[in-house]
């Protein structure tokens, strides 16, 4: 009897150890599997998405310029105040003596010239006095002629001999050539003092363009030697240093004016999707706004992207984030950039199937070649090379490699369990 209970006691703990293998057997067998996350293609835009950072500058600068060569006086401003337009940033120091002489150099040969053009004034006048002189020897040319004329007529009839016909010709002739001369001469002398005239006339004329910039230059100097702020703003920079001597349209300080502003960005050579005229966002611990791209110049190392934008409050020096994003205009068919392969072969993605085990349905997993196209930071064009239906891997506990049974974490989200 004691056998027959101590047989029965082995059989119950033998049926018991076999249930416990049944039941615990698929853990055992799924223990040193990869366990998985899934994830399905899925229709969708591409988002591109960089941040950058830049420092702002004004749009509009207003640069001021020395008048006149000088030494720099007094600064009344320092870089980075705010100034309004017709405050003193600076004085100037003029040397007075070298203009002066210059002027009164000028001065002299203009009354000098004066004094030329009167003197030929005086002898043209005299030059048409002569043409009395002149109509003279016209009246007695014509009175010549017209007695050797008549003197052919008396020698016909015997009225006169030969020799006075010949000298009445002669005299007629003679006459004729003074008076030819007479008028020549007369002619010359005018054009000649016309000529000279318009010398003296045009040097004078010389004069009043080369006394201009003195006499701007003692304007300088009389109305005092300060140089003003044009408009409301703020001085960004002295180019020129006190008790300095400066030559004249020398650069001498800088304002930044308005409200517009302009900020340079550098983005990766690879950003592909930022083009002028697309918005972004700028902002700090004071300020968000939006800008307008104005350009994107190449580099070597980056692209350099030109940012426009107008704030109130905003200085000079400020540096602002700058979100660059942008849509794409066509869908694609996605998958996260995790679940993306490489290998010599080109790129793949590990493809979940289900088929039967030996303990019931089992997920493995195959190699599913395709073709990228463009990505952002979270996902990937894929265009060929698989479907919306079959997931695909997206992580793993540890490493799983085409053809291995693995553990799916979300089956639930794929298949009907």
Not at 15 to 28: A, G, N
Request: glycine letters at 6%; one cysteine or more; proline letters at 2%.
């Amino acid at each position: 009897m004691k056998t027959w209970i101590n047989k029965k006691n082995v059989g119950a703990m033998f049926l018991v150890l076999i249930l416990l293998l049944t039941f615990f057997s698929k853990t055992i067998y799924t223990y040193h599997l990869p366990e998985v996350t899934a994830v399905k293609p899925f229709n969708g835009q591409l988002s591109k998405i960089e941040v950058g950072y830049g420092t702002v500058r004004w749009a509009g600068v207003d640069s001021i310029y020395i008048p006149e060569e000088g030494i720099v006086g007094e600064m009344y401003v320092q870089e980075g105040e705010y100034v309004k337009a017709g405050q003193t940033l600076f004085s100037m120091e003029y040397d007075r003596e070298e203009n002066d002489r210059k002027l009164q150099e000028i001065a002299n040969n203009r009354t000098r010239l004066q004094l030329e053009l009167a003197d030929i004034n005086l002898r043209i006048e005299a030059a048409h006095e002569s043409d009395a002189e002149l109509l003279k020897a016209r009246q007695s040319a014509a009175e010549a002629a017209k007695y050797a004329e008549a003197a052919d007529v008396l020698y016909e009839v015997g009225g006169i001999s030969l020799m006075e016909l010949n000298e009445a010709k002669n005299q007629a002739s003679y006459l004729r050539l003074k008076l030819a001369n007479l008028t020549r001469e007369a002619e010359q002398k005018k054009e000649f003092l016309r000529l000279e005239s318009e010398e003296k006339k045009l040097e004078l004329e010389d004069l009043s363009l080369l006394e201009a910039p003195y006499q701007k230059t003692r304007e300088i100097h009389n109305n005092g030697a300060v140089m003003t702020a044009k408009e409301d703003g703020m001085l960004l920079s002295f180019h020129v240093e006190k008790g300095k001597k400066v030559e004249k349209d020398t650069l001498a300080a800088e304002v930044g004016t308005g409200s517009d502003y302009i900020l340079e960005c550098p983005v990766s050579l690879e950003n592909d999707f930022i083009a002028s005229g697309d918005t972004c966002s700028l902002s700090n611990a004071s300020h968000q706004v939006k800008g307008v791209i104005a350009g994107v110049l190449p580099g070597a190392q980056e692209k350099v992207v030109k940012i426009l934008f107008t704030a109130d409050g905003v200085a000079a020096g400020e540096t602002f984030a700058v979100l660059f994003q942008k849509k794409s205009t066509t869908s694609y068919i996605l998958v996260p950039n995790a679940a993306i392969n490489k290998d010599d072969d080109g790129y793949y993605l590990k493809q979940i199937k289900r088929r039967d085990g030996i303990m019931g349905k089992e997920y493995y997993l195959v190699r599913s070649d395709i073709y990228i196209g463009d990505s952002d930071s979270e996902n990937t064009a894929v265009i060929q090379g698989v479907t919306f239906f079959e997931p695909v891997l997206l992580s793993s506990d540890k490493t799983a490699v085409v053809g291995d049974v693995i553990l799916l974490k979300n089956a639930g989200d794929f298949y009907e369990e």
